[in-house]
């Protein structure tokens, strides 16, 4: 059974940083690399989002409310993908979520990790 676990939330004030982990278990290290993920949020009221998804071949999308202020990374060797989010802004307050795919069809999914950017 695939688990995700996402970490590194908090709270954080405008222009600040974090640095989120989605730690997998469950898909074999030699096919880790070939999974994509994406980074997901949802902020109260609001509707899911997808904010970024590294794919297989490491080809990198973002969407354009976090481009240039966000970045996705991955460590195949820890089965961990990471969203470093810098130049935090109060809209960026939500529950960010990992899953194993760029959509909302993805298979697996965390439990989530709250993000509050507030001053």
């Known amino acids: 059974q695939v688990q995700l676990v996402e970490s590194g939330g908090g709270s954080v004030q405008p222009g600040g940083s974090l640095r989120l982990s989605c730690t997998a278990s469950?898909?074999?290290?030699?096919?880790?690399?070939?999974?994509?993920f994406g980074w997901f949020r949802q902020a109260p009221g609001k509707e899911r989002e997808g904010v970024s998804c590294?794919?297989?071949?490491?080809?990198?999308v973002y969407s354009d409310s976090v481009k240039g202020r966000f970045t996705i990374s991955r460590d195949n060797a820890k089965n961990t993908v990471y969203l470093q989010m810098n130049s935090l802004k109060p809209k960026d307050t939500a529950a960010y979520f990992c899953?194993?795919?760029?959509?909302?069809?993805?298979?697996?999914w965390g439990r989530g990790t709250q993000v509050n950017v507030s001053s």
């Open positions: 590294i794919r297989g071949d490491e080809s990198i």
């Open positions: 899953a194993t795919g760029c959509s909302d069809s993805a298979l697996y």
């Open positions: 469950g898909i074999p290290s030699d096919y880790f690399p070939l999974y994509q």
